[in-house]
């Protein structure tokens, strides 16, 4: 919805996937902390094992993110610089970690999209197959959803249909448009 108006979206999760592709620095910085056996057989590195390991040991997810947060810092950066130069004024950062990660310092706005934690639960079970106890590690390892809501400007509430939704979002990119005039610079 959001790519339809012309309004590039940075998505920190395909960057931080891109930042341990192997052979790059980051991921043989994982990789000679966590040993090979995260290591599948095409030198990449086996997300499932990692997750084990980070999730619920908050020493061990300390370092992954020392790690890979300042290479998916440094690739936002990049791109927000290029995105700048071709004349866009509205960038989106799609960063599920943003408060966490302190990378709210990058952004003009910021919004939360809010959901209860019975329907993540539900969400994460449906498309990522994940068990109870690792839906509930991966919670506990974010900011609590209801200080995300206070720090942000704002919030859109993903409890309803998708209608409703998606009309949030559109009242939303509609309000940001308006302030930032345009999409590009002419």
Known sequence: MIRKKDIPVICADLLARKAL????????????????????????????????????NKNNLENLN???????????????????KEGYRLIILDIPLLFEAKLDKLCDKTVVVYSPHKQIEERLK??????????QKRIASQMDIEKKKTR???????????????????DLIGLLVARYSRTRRS
């Open 21 to 56: 592709d192997p052979h790059t620095e980051a991921s043989q910085k994982v990789r000679a902390l966590f040993g090979k056996e995260i290591i599948l057989r095409d030198g990449s590195i086996n997300r499932k094992k990692l997750a084990n390991l980070v999730f619920g």
């Open 66 to 84: 020392s790690i890979v947060h300042p290479e998916v810092l440094q690739m936002i950066k990049d791109k927000i610089n290029v995105l700048v």
């Open 126 to 135: 449906k498309r990522n197959g994940y068990s109870d106890q690792e839906i």
């Open 152 to 170: 942000a400007d704002f919030v859109i509430d993903n409890s309803g249909t998708l209608e409703e939704t998606r009309k949030q979002v559109k």
